[in-house]
């Protein structure tokens, strides 16, 4: 099980990015899959995750209604579109999996399988 994270970088306040994660060596639709994200100096966070079974999303309160977590079993990738970026929203951003038969949110001690992040700086 593999995850490949892309799509970070710099962007102004009020700006928009989309990560993706592309995952290999599995099935992304058999598999529940997270973004989290960690700040210096800041614990981890879980921003969206879902399961393998419905396409409605668990999302963090600091990003509801601003990021959309999207899934295409296609592709075996999943995206994280992220609108209206804040400062706070700077980051290294991490994708992760596992089988979970129940998701009740957003948790990283869930998930054992990690990509290596990419960052997300939001600045002026």
């Known amino acids: 099980v593999q995850l490949q994270a892309s799509g970070g970088g710099l962007v102004q306040p009020g700006g928009s990015l989309r990560l993706s994660c592309a995952g290999s060596?599995?099935?992304?639709?058999?598999?529940?899959i997270g973004w989290f994200r960690q700040a210096p100096g800041k614990e981890r966070e879980g921003v969206a995750c879902?399961?393998?079974?419905?396409?409605?999303?668990f999302y963090g309160d600091s990003v509801k209604g601003r990021f959309t977590m999207t899934r295409d079993n296609a592709k075996n990738t999943v995206y994280l579109q992220m609108n209206t970026l804040k400062p706070d929203d700077t980051a290294v951003y991490y994708c992760?999996?596992?089988?979970?038969?129940?998701?009740?949110?957003?948790?990283?001690?869930?998930?054992?399988?990690w990509g290596q992040g990419t960052l997300v700086t939001v600045s002026s």
């Open positions: 992760a999996t596992d089988i979970i038969d129940t998701l009740y949110g957003c948790y990283d001690d869930e998930y054992r399988y």
């Open positions: 060596g599995f099935t992304l639709d058999t598999y529940a």
């Open positions: 879902i399961n393998s079974i419905d396409d409605s999303p």
